[in-house]
């Protein structure tokens, strides 16, 4: 558990009773004075930290690791013929047992002065490849999408626990007194099976809870003060408010206590926001670097040099989603591979590579830790022919920044991508990767619920050593 911060827990034995109260009134009063402390001030870390604030490229519907990062030619050797019994048995959603294998029609290169083999959907990422840790051997422990995706954002199968955004946030506090401490940018093009549970603070304070922004030109609304009134005029109103909250409030009410820090950050918002939300003041370079302003980048475009800028202004974590609404409009490529993969890249490649290089450039990369990647790959079988299922025994994330030894390959998938065969790591793992890069030990970073100390990785979380 961190030090110095709030919790309120039921007493439950005469033996706590007898424990929490043994400092009597002077403790209910000590108790008081950190529940009025700012629960977004910043932390104290368990370690010394490499990155300060996290970036997560989440494609939604599950790209596939065969088609990206993890070329098998044994795969395209056996196209159309049955998956040999030597690499064991696997559970699809939709596959039938009669399937089978798929070959790539994608190409290969090496790229960089480390050589690692990016296919020709992402030609643009692989000039950012030396800065790149390939993780290929990811697993998790579901095949549809819901549970997956609140196993990688919470490291439970069911909703109602915290992410790891709001986890993170919850540890390091905020370094961003205008702007929210965790953003969501989700895909203007509809909602994901997991909905917004996979991105809630769950059983944290809703403090930690994320700021959801909109697409397009505007990704908050309201930020301009209504026809007549002054700065000065609001803030008396925000005054005003704050002390008949005050007059109200109890130390231990801690969702009445997140509504008035929401209404704190509103009129910071108003007053510093706009200028820091508009990208109207960035040069036509780096418009041009993220594919602002042309298509089909200009949407993900926006939205990753948004992260940018919030992760510059002291955003701990800023979620940048691709993918939404209905199966196809994801990485979701259950009936053409091709299509799907073909245009998902084309959005995408040249917004990732334009912000690795944006911070890169602007000394950020070394504090911003970057992970791409989705809830799980894609099957090496066919799918209605030339589609391929859910497949969450092995596939492909990368991470950069924070850190984080680019320029290398960790892990290994076997001969024709079914299974995570060489150093496996968990979605667990890479949790607890990201919290060590930020300072935060996973057996301190806890909160009491339900009788038990509850924290992001669940069960043990190893570290990528490799890449540290």
């Known amino acids: 558990m961190l030090p110095n911060r709030p919790h309120v827990r039921v007493t439950r034995t005469r033996r706590e009773f007898i424990r929490d109260a043994f400092c009597g009134f002077g403790g209910l009063a000590y108790a008081s004075m950190l529940h009025a402390a700012n629960p977004l001030a910043p932390q104290a870390t368990h370690l010394q930290p490499k990155a300060t604030s996290v970036i997560f490229l989440f494609m939604a519907?599950?790209?596939?690791?065969?088609?990206?990062?993890?070329?098998?030619?044994?795969?395209?050797?056996?196209?159309?013929?049955?998956?040999?019994?030597?690499?064991?048995e696997a559970k699809y959603q939709f596959i039938k047992k009669n399937a089978k294998l798929l070959g790539t029609k994608r190409s290969f290169k090496k790229y960089g002065e480390s050589g690692i083999d990016v296919s020709d959907l992402f030609p643009e990422t692989a000039t950012c490849i030396d800065d790149v840790a390939v993780l290929r051997s990811c697993y998790g422990d579901m095949v549809v999408h819901s549970a997956a995706q609140y196993e990688l954002f919470t490291g439970r199968i069911l909703p109602g626990s915290p992410s790891m955004g709001a986890w993170i946030t919850y540890g390091l506090g905020s370094e961003a007194d205008?702007?929210?401490?965790?953003?969501?940018?989700?895909?203007?093009?509809?909602?994901?099976?997991?909905?917004?549970?996979?991105?809630?603070?769950?059983?944290?304070p809703a403090v930690y809870q994320p700021t959801m922004f909109r697409p397009g030109d505007r990704p908050v609304l309201n930020l301009d003060l209504p026809g007549g009134v002054t700065m000065a005029n609001r803030r008396k109103t925000v005054q005003l408010i704050q002390e008949?909250?005050?007059?109200?409030?109890?130390?231990?009410?801690?969702?009445?206590?997140?509504?008035?820090?929401?209404?704190?950050?509103?009129?910071?918002?108003?007053?510093?926001a706009p200028e820091m939300l508009d990208i109207s003041n960035e040069t036509r370079e780096t418009l041009d670097l993220y594919g602002v302003g042309t298509e089909p980048t200009d949407d993900y475009g926006r939205?990753?040099?948004?992260?940018?800028?919030?992760?510059?202004h002291g955003v701990r974590f800023v979620c940048v989603v691709s993918g939404g609404g209905p199966g196809n409009m994801q990485w979701d490529a259950h009936n053409d591979i091709e299509e799907n993969h073909l245009r998902k890249a084309a959005e995408t490649d040249r917004p990732v590579a334009g912000l690795l290089k944006d911070l890169k450039r602007r000394g950020l990369l070394e504090s911003t830790l970057v992970l791409w990647g989705g809830e799980f790959g894609r099957s090496p079988e066919a799918e209605s022919g030339s589609?391929?299922?859910?497949?969450?025994?092995?596939?492909?994330?990368?991470?950069?920044?924070?850190?984080?030894?680019?320029?290398?390959?960790?892990?290994?998938?076997?001969?024709?991508?079914?299974?995570?065969?060489?150093?496996?790591?968990?979605?667990?793992?890479i949790h607890n990767t990201i919290l060590h890069q930020l300072g935060l030990d996973q057996h301190k970073l806890t909160y009491p619920h339900l009788g038990r100390q509850e924290r992001l990785t669940f069960l043990e979380g190893k570290l990528i050593q490799e890449i540290i």
């Open 303 to 312: 939205r990753c040099l948004l992260a940018r800028k919030l992760v510059e």
């Open 61 to 88: 519907g599950g790209p596939s690791h065969i088609e990206s990062f993890d070329p098998k030619p044994l795969l395209n050797e056996l196209h159309g013929q049955r998956r040999p019994e030597t690499f064991g």
């Open 387 to 429: 589609g391929r299922d859910h497949h969450n025994l092995g596939f492909s994330m990368w991470m950069a920044g924070g850190g984080v030894r680019g320029g290398q390959v960790v892990g290994a998938t076997d001969d024709i991508g079914l299974r995570a065969v060489e150093k496996p790591y968990h979605f667990r793992d």
């Open 244 to 272: 008949l909250n005050r007059a109200r409030s109890a130390a231990e009410d801690l969702e009445f206590a997140a509504r008035i820090n929401a209404y704190d950050l509103a009129f910071k918002m108003q007053s510093e």
């Open 178 to 204: 205008a702007l929210p401490s965790y953003v969501v940018m989700p895909d203007p093009k509809g909602a994901l099976e997991g909905g917004q549970p996979m991105y809630m603070h769950g059983f944290l």
